[in-house]
T-cell receptor
Framework: NAGVTQTPKFQVLKTGQSMTLQCAQD?????MSWYRQDPGMGLRLIHY???????DQGEVPNGYNVSRSTTEDFPLRLLSAAPSQTSVYFC??????????FGSGTRLTVV | AQSVTQPDIHITVSEGASLELRCNYS??????LFWYVQSPGQGLQLLLK??????LVQGIKGFEAEFKRSQSSFNLRKPSVHWSDAAEYFC?????????????FGGGTRLMVKP
């Protein structure tokens, strides 16, 4: 099925560990982004990409890295996990008419 | 910087009753406006969007929203709520001059539906 696929769905990390959240889309969308969702705060933009080889920071980029080597994939890397990064992470891609398609999310707990 | 406020964190309505979810934004001109719905454990689904033109916008699942420039508002409405509408609803704004790059969400309104 066409859409945005995120893996894993759940993850528990220890403080200081690193990991990569995977995001892939098969709709040939140029624009992709990563958000984190915390209670009462809606979704906040971490990083985004307007095409392969181009990335930029969003509202809350600290502690996260991204790269975009292909149109399809946009992984999010946590360099050294902290409890403050406990959240639900959503990847999204965008059509030309600004219809965002969201993945089903990754629930991350940092202990 | 643009911002979005959803004043109601929780709303409970009876099934069959009408619904209005409030959304106020802060932006220097007219932004692009969106409403999304999130069911438990799911990603966000687009309900409707406003770019320009007619200020009353129809969306999926029987929802509509009205853009009021004078009030900087984009409230979501539904004439008769169904139990399946219980979910969290997010209003979002985007900068038309930098569209897609900084979609800003409100804090969300959780809707509960009483039988």
């Amino acid at each position: 099925n066409a859409g945005v696929t995120q893996t894993p769905k759940f993850q528990v990390l220890k403080t200081g560990q690193s990991m990569t959240l995977q995001c892939a889309q098969d709709m040939n969308h140029e624009y992709m982004s990563w958000y984190r969702q915390d209670p009462g705060m809606g979704l906040r933009l971490i990083h985004y990409s307007v095409g392969a080889g181009i990335t930029d920071q969003g509202e809350v980029p600290n502690g996260y890295n991204v790269s975009r080597s292909t149109t399809e994939d946009f992984p999010l890397r946590l360099l050294s996990a902290a409890p403050s990064q406990t959240s639900v992470y959503f990847c999204a891609s965008m059509e030309g008419n600004y219809g965002y398609t969201f993945g089903s999310g990754t629930r991350l707990t940092v202990v | 910087a643009q911002s979005v406020t959803q004043p109601d964190i929780h709303i409970t309505v009876s099934e069959g009753a009408s619904l209005e979810l409030r959304c106020n934004y802060s932006y220097g001109a007219t932004p692009y406006l969106f409403w999304y719905v999130q069911s438990p454990g799911q990603g966000l689904q687009l309900l409707l969007k406003y770019f320009s033109g007619d200020t009353l916008v129809q969306g999926i699942k029987g929802f509509e929203a009205e853009f009021k420039r004078s009030q900087s508002s984009f409230n979501l409405r539904k004439p008769s709520v169904h139990w399946s509408d219980a979910a969290e609803y997010f209003c979002a704004v985007d900068d038309p001059y930098n569209a897609g790059n900084m979609l800003t969400f409100g804090g969300g309104t959780r809707l509960m539906v009483k039988p």
